[in-house]
């Protein structure tokens, strides 16, 4: 049977191009081995499931215990009614057991017969004690629940915990995207716990890495093995640069290029390919990348990834919440210093979510910035935005909850309207940069643009600009420019007065036309 690139669920040995799927959560089986409670936290889509369903597997065929992953999911219906979402909770986890487990493991038909409020941990109680074998359990999706009934499942554990191995799970390790701390509840004045409590008999918090460059090596070559079709070196290269190995990046941009762009395998998978698939994999918006658009929408995270957008400083966020972006997958800790967003498609990404309001808001413009040649004439673009700002950039502002870099927002959502001719916008940022640096490539044009805000009690940032800039445009190798300055403090003067363009030289000897706005 052939094999493919799994995007969705699960994987399974048989139909997919898989690696081991316990190989990136070391030491676990010496938590269990030790009775331990644990929580394993990872964004969606990095293998967490396929790697517990396949350990539950692994130690019910050691025959040292029984095993089984066991999904909370059915419960989140009833975040404010513990009682009603125990019912479809354990319904589910018979299931479970009778579909994964041989019948003598199953869990005993009167499992449920504990009082309202207390039922799980009595179907745990009830399964321990008639299991001929300490039971593991895995519960995965448990920050589904939220408020009381995610309390009620955690405390019921935690009552339970001391009994065991004989009376209760020998080990439970609950599964979700976050840490304990961060699950979500409306109790106490508060949107989440803050604390281990009630689960602080949790003996340790794990997170699923991402793939390493070599292990991204060996996933491709398994399809290489199957199908005689090669990935080039500077392919998997370019895969994991893009990626930084997050697994569903990793397999989606393979899928999408052996499936639709390098159909027949005698042709072998090159940069150019894996560049055009990224280019796709945006474009299509799939569930994965989606998913990001509503996590910008979180105060905590839009307090972390605006300013990271703008080049400018965090401020003073809590370390929990860029603990909470980390282990979301948003954003990581740069070796060389400070937090960037954790790969180059989520830096693209990004942006591009967030202008799409912008973009829906943008009224008719025609395409005058291209010669009768289809040509990209740069000095049209720029009046065709001039003009375009005079009449709709006010208005365009609000049409974004990220204020702070709304100016960016709503010139990157004009820039797309050129790239959607066939062109290219890449976009630089980060954290204390101060700017923000793009750059649109359109056929044989390509033109370096550097974005400034001029805040409230800062000097004017033209000066750093030009000096950036200049390294910026040397760094892309053109040798002209734009510097947009927006004027965001109290005292600007109004829209229409502060609008205005002028040409500069660098100290380098580029032209670059400053645009203040």
């Known amino acids: 049977m052939s094999r493919w690139f799994n995007t969705a669920g699960p994987c399974e040995a048989q139909i997919h191009y898989m690696l081991s799927p316990t190989i990136r959560l070391p030491n676990l ?32 065929e050691s025959g040292r215990y029984t095993a089984v992953m066991v999904s909370a999911e059915v419960g989140a219906s009833f975040s404010h009614d513990p009682r009603a979402a125990e019912l479809p909770i354990l319904d589910s986890w018979w299931t479970s057991a009778k579909f994964d487990l041989p019948e003598y493991l199953h869990p005993p038909d009167s499992w449920g017969d504990a009082q309202p409020g207390r039922k799980i941990q009595g179907a745990l109680q009830t399964w321990a004690k008639a299991s001929p074998r300490p039971l593991v359990l895995f519960i995965d999706e448990i920050d589904s629940l939220q408020d009381e009934t995610l309390i009620s499942v955690l405390r019921q554990l935690r009552d339970g915990y001391r009994g065991r191995p004989t009376n209760f799970p020998i080990s439970v390790g609950l599964i979700g995207l976050r840490d304990v701390r961060d699950y979500k509840v409306a109790a106490g004045g508060s949107e989440r716990l803050n604390t281990a409590s009630p689960f602080n008999i949790k003996e340790r918090s794990l997170t699923l890495r991402d793939f390493n460059a070599k292990e991204v090596e060996q996933l491709y070559q398994q399809h290489t093995d199957d199908t005689g079709q090669v990935f080039t070196t500077e392919a998997i290269r370019t895969v994991f640069d893009l990626t930084q190995g997050q697994p569903w990046l990793v397999n989606a941009l393979a899928k999408e290029t052996v499936q639709e762009i390098v159909t027949d395998t005698n042709i072998e998978i090159t940069l150019e390919h894996i560049q055009k698939a990224k280019e796709e994999l945006i474009a299509h918006k799939d569930t994965h990348l989606d998913s990001l658009a509503e996590k910008l929408q979180e105060p905590r995270i839009k307090a972390i990834i605006e300013p990271i957008l703008a080049g400018s400083e965090l401020g003073n966020v809590p370390w929990d919440d860029i603990q909470f972006v980390i282990d979301l997958g948003l954003c990581k800790m740069d070796p060389r210093g400070g937090l960037v967003i954790a790969n180059p498609i989520y830096r693209e990404v990004l942006p591009r979510v967030l202008t799409m309001t912008p973009m829906a808001s943008l009224p008719e413009i025609a395409p005058t910035w291209f010669s009768a040649s289809g040509d990209l004439n740069t000095d049209a673009l720029l009046e065709a935005f001039i003009a375009f700002w005079c009449q709709h950039g006010e208005p365009l502002l609000g049409t974004t909850a990220y204020h702070e870099i709304a100016p960016h927002l709503v010139l990157m959502a004009f820039l797309h309207r050129v790239v959607n001719g066939g062109g290219t916008l890449e976009r630089e940022y980060a954290i204390g940069r101060d700017r923000m640096d793009l750059y649109l490539r359109y056929k044989d044009v390509t033109l370096g643009i550097e974005l400034k805000v001029w805040r409230e009690k800062k000097k004017d940032p033209e000066e750093e600009g030009l000096e950036q800039l200049d390294s910026y445009l040397e760094r892309i190798k053109v040798d002209f420019g734009w510097l947009f300055v927006f004027d965001r403090g109290e005292k600007a003067l109004p829209f229409a007065e502060r609008l205005g363009t002028k040409v500069a030289t660098t100290k380098k000897g580029r032209s670059v036309t400053i645009i203040r706005a």
């Open 29 to 60: 089986l010496r938590l269990i081995e030790q009775r331990s409670y644990f929580v394993i936290h990872a964004p969606r889509q990095t293998g967490k499931t396929t790697a517990m369903l396949a350990l539950a597997k692994q130690l019910t």
